[in-house]
């Protein structure tokens, strides 16, 4: 059973470069989540798609973010011009929705210094 | 906004002994998650709540689910080394049944062998 992958593990930039992260969700699972998580505080929700369809973006989620899911399976996040602010944990989660219930398995995260 | 506060923030044990966390909002919710973490992975499932009043058990965890829909525990007995991480609770938030959660500010867990 595979289960949410995401790459790279560890990104070091540059203020100011781009970065990309991937995240494959388990493979029949419709939804797609991406969380941002800093040291010592929990996850913060930042987007999700169902299947290739943005549905929500937190307020967190400024213009220098972007998100995709072209083909409903992996997803992409890029960010524009970090920003030391920006160095966070990027944790990628996909769902299955079993009845009225939904289950959030999470990747292993890429964790972004901007230096 | 919606927060939820957990306590304590850390914890220091001996194996063996039972541990008891909490997370309390100000707000109703009508899902209550418990998460695990090690240290450079994610966050994993330990224990999902749907009903108020809802007592679940997996293994030494249990959890519930307050009455009031604005709290819950999680307990862990017999205590072993690798319990050791931080334990984040979860509340589900928006409209619908979607995985949009909101995360508590977690408790460490430390057990001395």
């Known amino acids: 059973d595979t289960g949410v992958s995401q790459d790279p593990r560890h990104k070091i930039t540059k203020r100011g470069q781009n970065v990309t992260f991937r995240c494959d969700p388990i493979?029949?699972?419709?939804?797609l989540y991406w969380y941002r998580q800093t040291l010592g505080q929990g996850p913060e929700f930042l987007t999700y798609f169902q299947n290739e369809a943005q549905l929500e973006k937190s307020r967190l989620l400024s213009d220098r973010f972007s998100a995709e899911r072209p083909k409903g399976s992996f997803s992409t996040l890029e960010i524009q011009r970090t920003e030391q602010g920006d160095s966070a944990m990027y944790l990628c989660?996909?769902?299955?929705?079993?009845?009225?219930?939904?289950?959030?398995?999470f990747g292993s995260g890429t964790q972004l210094s901007v230096l | 906004g919606q927060q939820l506060n957990q306590s304590p923030q850390s914890m220091f044990i001996q194996e063996g002994e039972d541990v008891s966390m909490n997370c309390t909002s100000s707000s109703i919710f009508n899902t209550w998650l418990w998460y695990k973490q090690d240290p450079g992975e994610g966050p994993v499932l330990l224990i999902a709540?749907?009903?108020?009043?809802e007592l679940t058990s997996n293994g030494r965890l249990t959890a519930q689910f307050g009455i009031t829909r604005k709290d819950s525990f999680l307990n862990i007995s017999a205590s072993i080394p690798s319990d050791v991480g931080i334990y984040f609770c979860?509340?589900?938030?928006?409209?619908?049944?979607?995985?949009?959660?909101?995360f508590g500010q977690g408790t460490t867990l430390q057990v001395k062998p």
């Open positions: 709540l749907y009903k108020a009043g």
């Open positions: 989660a996909s769902s299955s929705r079993k009845g009225a219930n939904e289950k959030l398995f």
């Open positions: 979860a509340g589900q938030i928006g409209s619908g049944n979607t995985g949009k959660l909101i």
């Open positions: 493979s029949e699972h419709n939804r």
